[in-house]
């Protein structure tokens, strides 16, 4: 999704089922939300998802050809 709107619907289901999961779950949990979170602000700051520039016919900026290589996609 590239919509800011889904990423927080996304984001508030943590909030709310964080608390559900037996407690030997949450650092699971936590770790796709950080994830969650990550992709969120890329897509903030760049109105979209810049790795899936190439399969979509897209150019990419200088800026996202850097944040693609210089800091990766560890969860893609």
């Given at each position: 999704?590239?919509s ?25 949990l936590?770790s796709?939300?950080?994830?969650a ?6 897509v ?27 800091n ?5």
């Amino acid at each position: 999704m590239e919509s800011l709107d889904w990423h927080d619907v996304g984001l508030a289901w943590f909030d709310t089922h964080l608390v559900r999961v037996p407690i030997d779950q949450q650092p699971l949990l936590e770790s796709f939300q950080a994830l969650a979170e990550r992709r969120r602000e890329i897509v903030r700051l760049y109105g979209h998802l810049p790795v899936r520039n190439q399969a979509l016919g897209r150019a990419s900026t200088p800026a996202e050809a850097y944040m693609m290589v210089g800091n990766g996609y560890e969860f893609e």
